[in-house]
């Protein structure tokens, strides 16, 4: 900066100037802004390959053929007439997962954000939301790993008791059926829960700070609790912001790989109707077969369950996305 | 960080809430909407407030919502003691079983050819993730703050779709993009460190984006002005004078965009295949990181390998700590006090 002054001290220099600021102006403008086409091009171009790579087995079956069906034996791929590659399995895997994640995660990270915002010392409020923070730097193989090692033993006497109790319950039992070996939808929705904490709770944060605090010193000075404050000052004003939290996590939850990759029993035959029972995601049967895609059409068909998987995740993030920048300008 | 409402007063009832003022609080607006059965009776009671009876009668209410409001704290506070307690669990575990393994051995040598044999390391691994997210580092950061200069500096429709589109990259699964990267190189040139280096420099460019842009919205708009009326160039604006202003928010921003790469298993699996064998620096060829072994390990059935996948575990989980530890103290200089240089 104090080259730039020194450079302006004299008539002459400024008009020197007058011509190259101009070129080097524009070529900054041009520059950055092919960056920012960049970023258009990335999405672009990813769906472009994607729809491309997927093409061989979108002719072959149908644009919708994978979604009619359940059941994906590539090892039929060669003899059998039908569509070997039915992936309803693995939506319903994605889906079903991440729901659990949220279930459990969205009012966790209310309550977090709002202690975080509202509750704790002041003093210790920043410190709490970086431990929290924390929960999102640890790398997914990790959690897998000690998804395998560490929680699921710790379930397991757990679910076995539910299996044994809601388990027997006529209608509802079927969810809730045994046995219970460890990997399965539940524990992948579980560490999903824990993953996608740090984020749902991020953006609740900044959709709490938005409330005025006019009103909140109003409901505090008309006598309400920390609580009534909380629930008439703070929350009512949250709702579509914490929707739109909860469904940007779930956007993150349905693209989570490794850790549900390590935890789910990657079973591809058939839907398990237990959220005990294994199964597989659309990320996770990617990342296992993607490397040993030999069978006629088999790496097309992985394709086009990345495919689909783009297809949702972004309609979820555009929903997300909408939803909470209604709550406030700059959030998320 | 949001304002600080006044300390609830230990006597709630006792509080002098000049009654003259009611029509003008919107409290009570919100109140009707929300209350259910259950809050009824304190909804009403906030609502009511300035022509409640005089004191004294209402101690009963008064006592119960004293009561709910502990309840409900000590319940928010547990929730959060919980997460906390997951996360000491998982870190905890992962130093156990990891301190077991780790030592100048395991940082200096590569895994043994037989996965059931003890000994080795994952040297090959530290160093083919250092080598790779350097690479993807060094892509993604000039593109991403150019890109989040235009955005926030230029304007217009471009910038506006474009910071759309980011908003919605950040939420591409990270598998896509490594099947993208997958297509668009791996097919041609095959399995290298420069495949995995550009599908993680894709995935890291829009968190950086949406860090530096987030950061060039705190510099005061007067700055600008200044540095234009002195016939400052835009661009020479930016580039010495806004970009600093907001360079430790943009750094962390980078560095948390660097941890989470260095995490990244999903894309790398599609894109640099891995390499348990020796140490591979070139990166036009198939290496190792850190995260492929300790995912190729951890899933043997071998005691040794997992031992040694705990071992990696742990140093990534260090190193991305280190990081994630730099972009706190570089945030910390910030609060983007404009004026300050």
Redesign the interface.
Known sequence: MVTTLDRLDGPDRLRRRRSRPRLADTSFRYLTGAAAWLMIALLAGTTAFLVDKAWPSLRQYGIFGSLSSSRWAPSEAATSKGNPYGILQFVYGTVLTSFIGMLIAVPAAVAIALVVTDVAPRRMRRPLSWLIDLLAAIPSVVYGFWGIFALIPALKPVVTDVNDTLGKVPVIGKVFAGPFFGLSYFTAGLILAIMVLPIITAICREVFATAPVSEKEAALALGATKWEMLRLAVLPRSRSGIVGAAILGFGRAIGETIAVTMVIGNSVLTISTSIFGQGATMPSVIANEFNEATEPFHLDSLFVVGLWLLVLALIVNVIGKIIVSRSGEHIA | ??????R??PD??S?P??PDTAPG???AA??S??ADST?AA??TA?AT??TRPPLGQSTTATAR??R??IT??V???A??A???A??V???G??AA?GLKYLSPQFLTHTPPGNPSAGGGGFANGIIGSLIIVGIATAISIP??I??A???H??GGR??K??R??????????????G??V???IVIRYGYSGYAGAIALA?IM??LI?RATE?ML?TVPRELREASLA???????T????VL?TASSGIITGCMLAI?RA?????PL??TV?GNDLFVETNPDHRMATL?LQ??SN??TGFQAAQGR??AG?LT??LL??IF?AIA?IAGRRTAVSGGKR
């Open positions: 960080m949001s304002p600080n409402p006044p609830t007063p709630l009832v509080d809430a000049a609080v919107p409290v919100g109140t909407d929300t809050e304190t909804a906030v407030m300035p919502r004293k709910k409001n409900m704290i319940v928010l506070s929730v959060l919980l997460a906390i997951v996360l669990w998982v870190l575990y992962v079983e593109i991403g150019a890109a200069v235009y955005l500096e230029y471009v910038a779709v474009a759309f589109v980011t908003d919605v990259l950040v939420g591409v699964p990270t598998i896509v993009t099947a993208f997958y297509a668009l894709a460019l829009p984006i987030e919205r002195l016939g400052i160039s835009k661009s020479r930016i580039v010495s004078i600093p941890a260095m995490g990244e298993t999903a699996l599609l295949l995260s300790v995912f951890a899933i996948a705990w575990a990534m989980v991305v700590l994630t706190r």
